[in-house]
């Protein structure tokens, strides 16, 4: 369980942020950095395991039939990966707390970070490739949140776009290929397809499923031809850049070859495409990165180079090659992430990571200056940082490496790239903290506060650490993922020296005194690059994107060309016809059923429902008397549902027409009274067409489906067979309602607790200061006012009736269980005795004397419903699983007592809630146009100074 | 009776599509209710339809009408009022917003830009 914990819990921690944000920044990060840090906890505790070569599992059975489980294993690679993720992940938290502005949204921040976190974690974890293609999809769509953060920045929203679509579309190709490989092994769990190397590698699928993974991987680590998106990606925040874009993210992609290593590599086609691409990048990126004058973009193309570095070991395709990329793992991760902080620090306090305006920031930045001068000597491979050791290990493995029978081709083509690495590595520190202090820097450059270098500092100190004493400090690490890796057992030994006859001394010598020399030659350099015209990625990525954006929009924008009546009309047109074709093919004869005979005064209720509906499609334009006229068909189908035998619909469909009624009266008091005609009789006569036809189509269904019989046995014989005995009760609506399907119920109740919170907070929005408050406030009625608003006879007789209309609703609510009624009907019918108060003596009147909240009506009703649901799990039984017992109290006669009546209390008090807010929303919005508050309960007293009145005034 | 239930059905399933198909957020409305009603009644028929039967289980009963589309359609008349307040608030709403009850988004309506950069 806990594998599944660790790579929940980040996903749960997203959810602090936004809560903790109002308890201050220092809390919030204080709090994420707690769930990260207790993740990295639970990984520690299988720490050990893992390091004796154990292989920890965790398998739960999510969706078998499609072989989606979600099963997670943790073996040396999954370690070291998630150990770097949630390690750094905590660095980076402490980081951007002192990073970020004042004005910048710090809990969206933490969300969005975590989300990436809970994403990477899952990929390093998963032991089922579809459960980790939908983890690797989750880093995208986050990481495209956290580019994008700075959403004022049109660089960082294009950036954030550019990102998504390559390695989103890398993704795509991913998952196409993981399927192959799942349909060659016939599992999609990991551990069996990596113990089957031959049948993957003889199969006829190899290459397609080979070249798929490689687009997903290639595309995430930024390998060469898809390495552009890495620098657009660097507008996001420099928090975002450190642990996205060097320790990360873009290494999920290597995390994938060295996943599939065991099966996928040691052929010539792996050989070829990895280690050929993995070179490519190598030279290219760090050739473009010498003449980048953006700290970042320089750090960004380095991080290409790196990357492709260690792609490339990964191709060679043997075990010690792999053992070596494993190792530049780690030290890419401390010295990259720690320079990426400090190029943040450096842009923090002096407003600009321009090198052409910066340096001489030595003296003034000192502690930066040390982190930044170990973290780039590390880079260049310099002794003896970690750098040097995993450097002079690539160049050793690359040395004895052949390229189409070339013996040292491969070996040149690395010095060339160390070469170029050495250079840039030195231009960091030279051009930005060596040299004359300058008198014109954007900002006013000092150490920042111990909080915002505390992080690249740690890092720092880890680069040397590992450098001097690599065998103590990272050799346990690299063994244990290097021998998940090659799955043999890998004893690694890093050394320093490896002797005067060693290739990868002289290659490293060699890099080191031509990058110097390049940083002595880069003012002409740098003259010659600008002259030369290159490729300029963005605009051909651009040039591609446009006309599948244009076509995009094109169809989009004539679908959805945000005219209401289109949708409606297409909708309705495409239903007709997909049904008129299936009806078209298929088989079918008359009903069988027999007809019921026409009494003749449901033939008069049946006439009165059609010449309503008629004259509504009339007189529509007069809204009023269209209000009185669903009024009748409302009340002609209540009549409809009583006379088929459905006493408990025809209870409920007249108290929800009762409460529509007056919520639509109540708004048309604000809407236009008539509607004018707007539409030609040609688009009437349309629109009357397809109103047919829909009409039609219903009509000829529901006959044919009345007049035949159920083509199977029907499920309702089970309801009627249980209700008494397992429900206990009789009216087996109700049961159905608050037991059988009482989860059903129980969404349904939140849905419309939700509706109301929806009108309330929609309301709440109309008497903000804005475009609707001042019509409001200047608003004139349209109607003439009655001179009596609250008559004395309706205060008197609705005052009178309350009580009564209680005790109805407090029956029809106890009877439910066994005759019609129940906690519906009876919400409906207490809200409107209520809002009959409302009716008679004003709202405001109304509502000064009440004493109950709404909203905590819905809350409790709801919050009733789910305590008598997990009530049911105290007993061992299932979610809402009712109990009920029989008990006799003298002088009573035997009564029955049920947990299902007290759910149905739960719906009663929801539904009252939300009808009551409903309504009384919008009698607050009354109350803005003008509406007057009366003080006493009628307007018209005949008996005035009398003691009813003086007993409402108080 | 049953081309009586089937021709009121789509009677008002005509005019509440006729009516949702106006220019107006109130007629729209209307339509939406009027909608409602056919298609709570279509669901209730599917139990097809039974006279002088209880719904009320007891013994001695001929037979009972069928419970279930009964329970679906209660639940569904209750909600329905919860989305037709919803509606009616968010007419009203962008009545008192925009000046007008017009359904349709004008052209103007639209960012220029759909959006976009």
């Given at each position: 369980?806990?594998?599944?914990?660790?790579?929940?819990?980040?996903?749960?921690?997203?959810?602090?942020?936004?809560?903790?944000?109002?308890?201050?920044?220092?809390?919030?990060?204080?709090?994420?950095?707690?769930?990260?840090?207790?993740?990295?906890?639970?990984?520690?505790?299988?720490?050990?395991?893992?390091?004796?070569?154990?292989?920890?599992?965790?398998?739960?059975?999510?969706?078998?039939?499609?072989?989606?489980?979600?099963?997670?294993?943790?073996?040396?690679?999954?370690?070291?990966?998630?150990?770097?993720?949630?390690?750094?992940?905590?660095?980076?938290?402490?980081y951007?707390?002192f990073y970020l502005a004042?004005?910048?949204?710090?809990?969206?921040?933490?969300?969005?970070?975590?989300?990436?976190?809970?994403?990477?974690?899952?990929?390093?974890?998963?032991?089922?490739?579809?459960?980790?293609?939908?983890?690797?999809?989750?880093?995208?769509?986050?990481?495209?949140?956290?580019?994008?953060?700075?959403?004022?920045?049109?660089?960082?929203?294009?950036?954030?776009?550019?990102?998504?679509?390559?390695?989103?579309?890398?993704?795509?190709?991913?998952?196409?290929?993981?399927?192959?490989?799942?349909?060659?092994?016939?599992?999609?769990?990991?551990?069996?397809?990596?113990?089957?190397?031959?049948?993957?590698?003889?199969?006829?699928?190899?290459?397609?499923?080979?070249?798929?993974?490689?687009?997903?991987?290639?595309?995430?680590?930024?390998?060469?031809?898809?390495?552009?998106?890495?620098?657009?990606?660097?507008?996001?925040p420099t928090?975002?850049?450190?642990?996205?874009?060097?320790?990360?993210?873009?290494?999920?992609?290597?995390?994938?070859?060295?996943?599939?290593?065991?099966?996928?590599?040691?052929?010539?086609?792996?050989?070829?495409?990895?280690?050929?691409?993995?070179?490519?990048?190598?030279?290219?990126?760090?050739?473009?990165?010498?003449?980048?004058?953006?700290?970042?973009?320089?750090?960004?193309?380095?991080?290409?180079?790196?990357?492709?570095?260690?792609?490339?070991?990964?191709?060679?395709?043997?075990?010690?090659?792999?053992?070596?990329?494993?190792?530049?793992?780690?030290?890419?991760?401390?010295?990259?992430?720690?320079?990426?902080m400090s190029a943040g620090i450096v842009d923090h306090e002096a407003h600009?990571r321009?090198?052409?305006?910066?340096?001489?920031?030595?003296?003034?930045?000192?502690?930066t200056?040390?982190?930044?001068?170990?973290?780039?000597?590390?880079?260049?491979?310099?002794?003896?940082?970690?750098?040097?050791?995993?450097?002079?290990?690539?160049?050793?493995?690359?040395?004895?490496?052949?390229?189409?029978?070339?013996?040292?081709?491969?070996?040149?083509?690395?010095?060339?790239?160390?070469?170029?690495?050495?250079?840039?590595?030195?231009?960091?520190?030279?051009?930005?903290?060596?040299?004359?202090?300058?008198?014109?820097?954007?900002g006013?450059p000092?150490?920042p506060?111990?909080?915002l270098?505390?992080?690249?500092?740690?890092?720092?100190?880890?680069?040397?650490?590992?450098?001097?004493?690599?065998?103590?400090?990272?050799?346990?690490?690299?063994?244990?993922?290097?021998?998940?890796?090659?799955?043999?057992?890998?004893?690694?030994?890093?050394?320093?020296?490896?002797?005067?006859?060693?290739?990868?001394?002289?290659?490293?010598?060699?890099?080191?005194?031509?990058?110097?020399?390049?940083?002595?030659?880069?003012?002409?350099?740098?003259?010659?690059?600008?002259?030369?015209?290159?490729?300029?990625?963005?605009?051909?990525?651009?040039?591609?994107?446009?006309?599948?954006?244009?076509?995009?929009?094109?169809?989009?924008?004539?679908?959805?060309?945000?005219?209401?009546?289109?949708?409606?009309?297409?909708?309705?047109?495409?239903?007709?016809?997909?049904?008129?074709?299936?009806?078209?093919?298929?088989?079918?004869?008359?009903?069988?059923?027999?007809?019921?005979?026409?009494?003749?005064?449901?033939?008069?209720?049946?006439?009165?429902?059609?010449?309503?509906?008629?004259?509504?499609?009339?007189?529509?334009?007069?809204?009023?008397?269209?209000?009185?006229?669903?009024?009748?068909?409302?009340?002609?189908?209540?009549?409809?549902?009583?006379?088929?035998?459905?006493?408990?619909?025809?209870?409920?469909?007249?108290?929800?027409?009762?409460?529509?009624?007056?919520?639509?009266?109540?708004?048309?008091?604000?809407?236009?009274?008539?509607?004018?005609?707007?539409?030609?009789?040609?688009?009437?006569?349309?629109?009357?067409?397809?109103?047919?036809?829909?009409?039609?189509?219903?009509?000829?269904?529901?006959?044919?489906?009345?007049?035949?019989?159920?083509?199977?046995?029907?499920?309702?014989?089970?309801?009627?067979?249980?209700?008494?005995?397992?429900?206990?009760?009789?009216?087996?609506?109700?049961?159905?309602?608050?037991?059988?399907?009482?989860?059903?119920?129980?969404?349904?109740?939140?849905?419309?607790?939700?509706?109301?919170?929806?009108?309330?907070?929609?309301?709440?929005?109309?008497?903000?200061?804005?475009?609707?408050?001042?019509?409001?406030?200047?608003?004139?009625?349209?109607?003439?006012?009655?001179?009596?608003?609250?008559?004395?006879?309706?205060?008197?007789?609705?005052?009178?009736?309350?009580?009564?209309?209680?005790?109805?609703?407090?029956?029809?609510?106890?009877?439910?269980?066994?005759?019609?009624?129940?906690?519906?009907?009876?919400?409906?019918?207490?809200?409107?005795?209520?809002?009959?108060?409302?009716?008679?003596?004003?709202?405001?009147?109304?509502?000064?004397?009440?004493?109950?909240?709404?909203?905590?009506?819905?809350?409790?009703?709801?919050?009733?419903?789910?305590?008598?649901?997990?009530?049911?799990?105290?007993?061992?039984?299932?979610?809402?699983?009712?109990?009920?017992?029989?008990?006799?109290?003298?002088?009573?006669?035997?009564?029955?007592?049920?947990?299902?009546?007290?759910?149905?209390?739960?719906?009663?008090?929801?539904?009252?809630?939300?009808?009551?807010?409903?309504?009384?929303?919008?009698?607050?919005?009354?109350?803005?146009?003008?509406?007057?508050?009366?003080?006493?309960?009628?307007?018209?007293?005949?008996?005035?100074?009398?003691?009813?009145?003086?007993?409402?005034?108080? | 009776?049953?081309?009586?239930?089937?021709?009121?059905?789509?009677?008002?399933?005509?005019?509440?599509?006729?009516?949702?198909?106006?220019?107006?957020?109130?007629?729209?409305?209307?339509?939406?209710?009027?909608?409602?009603?056919?298609?709570?009644?279509?669901?209730?028929?599917?139990?097809?339809?039974?006279?002088?039967?209880?719904?009320?289980?007891?013994?001695?009963?001929?037979?009972?009408?069928?419970?279930?589309?009964?329970?679906?359609?209660?639940?569904?008349?209750?909600?329905?009022?919860?989305?037709?307040?919803?509606?009616?608030?968010?007419?009203?709403?962008?009545?008192?917003?925009?000046?007008?009850?017009?359904?349709?988004?004008?052209?103007?309506?639209?960012?220029?830009?759909?959006?976009?950069?």
């Amino acid at each position: 369980m806990s594998l599944a914990l660790i790579a929940a819990l980040p996903f749960l921690g997203a959810l602090l942020p936004g809560l903790m944000i109002r308890a201050g920044k220092n809390a919030c990060a204080l709090v994420t950095g707690s769930v990260t840090a207790l993740a990295l906890l639970m990984l520690g505790l299988n720490a050990p395991a893992v390091l004796r070569g154990e292989v920890v599992q965790t398998r739960i059975e999510w969706i078998p039939s499609l072989g989606l489980n979600a099963n997670f294993f943790l073996d040396g690679l999954g370690l070291l990966f998630a150990g770097l993720i949630l390690g750094i992940g905590l660095l980076i938290i402490l980081y951007a707390r002192f990073y970020l502005a004042k004005s910048d949204p710090m809990g969206q921040f933490y969300t969005y970070l975590m989300l990436f976190q809970g994403a990477m974690v899952g990929i390093v974890l998963s032991d089922n490739i579809l459960l980790l293609l939908v983890f690797w999809e989750l880093t995208s769509l986050s990481s495209f949140l956290l580019i994008g953060y700075w959403k004022h920045l049109p660089e960082g929203r294009q950036g954030a776009r550019m990102a998504l679509t390559v390695t989103g579309g890398g993704g795509l190709a991913m998952i196409a290929g993981m399927l192959i490989l799942g349909n060659i092994v016939g599992s999609y769990d990991l551990s069996v397809i990596l113990e089957n190397k031959e049948a993957i590698q003889s199969s006829d699928w190899y290459l397609p499923a080979l070249i798929l993974i490689l687009l997903g991987a290639f595309t995430k680590s930024a390998q060469f031809p898809f390495h552009f998106w890495l620098p657009h990606a660097m507008a996001a925040p420099t928090p975002v850049s450190a642990y996205l874009h060097s320790a990360t993210m873009v290494k999920a992609g290597l995390f994938l070859l060295a996943r599939m290593w065991p099966v996928l590599s040691g052929t010539p086609e792996w050989f070829y495409i990895v280690a050929t691409t993995g070179l490519i990048t190598m030279v290219m990126a760090a050739k473009i990165a010498l003449f980048k004058d953006d700290l970042k973009a320089l750090l960004a193309f380095s991080t290409v180079s790196h990357l492709g570095l260690i792609t490339m070991l990964l191709g060679f395709g043997t075990a010690e090659a792999a053992t070596v990329a494993v190792f530049h793992i780690i030290n890419h991760a401390t010295f990259k992430a720690a320079l990426f902080m400090s190029a943040g620090i450096v842009d923090h306090e002096a407003h600009t990571r321009d090198l052409k305006r910066l340096g001489g920031l030595r003296t003034l930045m000192p502690i930066t200056f040390t982190i930044v001068t170990i973290a780039s000597l590390s880079m260049a491979g310099i002794p003896p940082l970690n750098g040097f050791l995993s450097k002079e290990l690539m160049l050793e493995e690359a040395a004895h490496t052949a390229w189409m029978a070339n013996p040292w081709l491969l070996g040149v083509l690395a010095t060339i790239g160390a070469l170029f690495s050495v250079a840039y590595s030195f231009r960091f520190i030279a051009h930005a903290f060596l040299g004359p202090v300058r008198t014109d820097y954007p900002g006013k450059p000092h150490d920042p506060g111990f909080g915002l270098w505390a992080a690249p500092a740690l890092l720092a100190c880890l680069v040397i650490l590992i450098g001097l004493f690599p065998m103590l400090t990272a050799s346990w690490l690299v063994n244990a993922a290097a021998s998940a890796v090659t799955g043999e057992v890998i004893a690694v030994k890093i050394t320093h020296w490896h002797g005067l006859y060693a290739p990868a001394l002289w290659m490293s010598l060699a890099a080191i005194g031509g990058g110097l020399l390049l940083l002595g030659l880069h003012p002409r350099l740098m003259a010659f690059w600008n002259a030369t015209p290159r490729p300029e990625a963005k605009r051909i990525f651009d040039g591609l994107m446009e006309p599948f954006a244009t076509l995009a929009g094109r169809i989009a924008n004539s679908l959805h060309d945000g005219a209401l009546t289109r949708y409606i009309a297409i909708g309705t047109l495409a239903i007709a016809a997909a049904s008129y074709y299936a009806f078209d093919t298929g088989t079918h004869a008359i009903g069988t059923r027999d007809l019921m005979p026409i009494p003749p005064v449901p033939a008069l209720a049946w006439l009165s429902l059609v010449l309503a509906t008629v004259a509504i499609v009339i007189f529509h334009r007069n809204r009023l008397l269209t209000l009185v006229l669903v009024g009748i068909i409302g009340l002609m189908v209540s009549v409809a549902f009583a006379y088929f035998s459905a006493p408990d619909l025809a209870l409920t469909q007249i108290s929800v027409e009762v409460a529509t009624i007056i919520l639509m009266l109540l708004a048309l008091n604000f809407l236009p009274k008539t509607t004018p005609i707007e539409s030609a009789p040609l688009r009437r006569t349309w629109d009357a067409a397809i109103a047919v036809i829909a009409g039609v189509g219903i009509a000829a269904l529901a006959y044919a489906l009345m007049t035949r019989n159920p083509a199977f046995q029907t499920i309702s014989d089970f309801h009627v067979t249980n209700s008494k005995t397992g429900g206990g009760g009789t009216n087996i609506v109700n049961v159905i309602l608050v037991d059988f399907r009482g989860y059903d119920t129980f969404g349904e109740i939140i849905v419309l607790g939700i509706a109301a919170l929806v009108i309330f907070a929609l309301t709440e929005a109309l008497l903000r200061a804005g475009p609707a408050n001042d019509r409001l406030l200047a608003w004139r009625p349209d109607q003439r006012r009655a001179g009596d608003r609250h008559p004395m006879m309706l205060v008197v007789a609705t005052r009178v009736m309350l009580p009564i209309a209680m005790m109805v609703g407090v029956f029809i609510f106890l009877r439910g269980h066994n005759l019609p009624g129940g906690g519906f009907i009876s919400g409906l019918i207490v809200a409107i005795a209520l809002i009959m108060q409302y009716m008679a003596s004003g709202f405001a009147w109304t509502a000064a004397r009440q004493k109950v909240d709404y909203h905590a009506l819905i809350a409790a009703g709801v919050l009733i419903a789910a305590a008598t649901g997990i009530g049911a799990w105290f007993n061992g039984l299932p979610f809402l699983t009712s109990a009920f017992g029989y008990v006799t109290i003298w002088p009573l006669e035997e009564f029955e007592l049920a947990t299902a009546a007290l759910f149905d209390l739960g719906v009663f008090l929801t539904v009252l809630g939300a009808v009551m807010l409903a309504l009384a929303s919008l009698s607050r919005i009354g109350l803005r146009a003008g509406e007057t508050v009366n003080t006493q309960p009628f307007d018209i007293d005949p008996s005035e100074g009398r003691t009813l009145k003086s007993e409402e005034a108080r | 009776m049953e081309a009586l239930v089937a021709s009121a059905i789509g009677m008002m399933t005509a005019a509440g599509v006729y009516l949702m198909l106006r220019q107006r957020t109130f007629p729209v409305i209307v339509g939406l209710t009027l909608l409602t009603y056919a298609v709570n009644v279509f669901l209730f028929t599917s139990g097809r339809l039974a006279t002088n039967v209880p719904a009320i289980y007891g013994t001695g009963a001929p037979g009972y009408a069928d419970p279930l589309p009964q329970a679906l359609v209660l639940t569904a008349i209750v909600i329905s009022f919860g989305m037709t307040a919803v509606i009616v608030m968010m007419a009203l709403g962008a009545f008192l917003e925009a000046g007008h009850d017009k359904v349709d988004m004008n052209d103007d309506d639209t960012p220029a830009d759909g959006g976009q950069k």
